[in-house]
Nanobody
Framework: QVQLMESGGGLVQPGGSLRLSCAASGIMSGVYAMGWYRQCPGKQRELVARRRWTWGGSTNYADSVKGRFTISRDNATKTLFLHMNTLKPEDTAVYFC?????????????WGQGTQVTVSS
């Protein structure tokens, strides 16, 4: 089991910055990737940024956030971050952290409860 808890959301003006945090706990040894997704009312959840640590590793960003958002991880505290700069009103959404886990037989995706980000003047 992996537990995820997001924090850091809030109201910010266009052009501003926020840093989201995702505190992870539980059996992390099988986690091979973590990421941030977002969802607006009436829309599907979409990938924002994802980092994988296996098979050479990779980092992926949605085209809409490239150059503005950065995903990072503090291994010591098992915390995933999303640094968001130059925020736009269209970035308004509930942001979710996820972890992709494998025990060699089964893959499981874990989700946090989400944190609201509102970009508005």
């Amino acid at each position: 089991q992996v537990q995820l808890m997001e924090s850091g959301g809030g109201l910010v003006q266009p052009g501003g910055s926020l840093r989201l945090s995702c505190a992870a706990s539980g059996i992390m040894s099988g986690v091979y990737a973590m990421g941030w997704y977002r969802q607006c009312p009436g829309k599907q959840r979409e990938l924002v940024a994802r980092r994988r640590w296996t098979w050479g590793g990779s980092t992926n960003y949605a085209d809409s956030v490239k150059g503005r958002f950065t995903i990072s991880r503090d291994n010591a505290t098992k915390t995933l971050f999303l640094h968001m700069n130059t925020l736009k009103p269209e970035d308004t959404a509930v942001y979710f952290c996820n972890a992709e886990h494998s025990d060699g037989l089964k893959q499981t995706i874990y989700w946090g409860q989400g944190t609201q980000v509102t970009v508005s003047s």
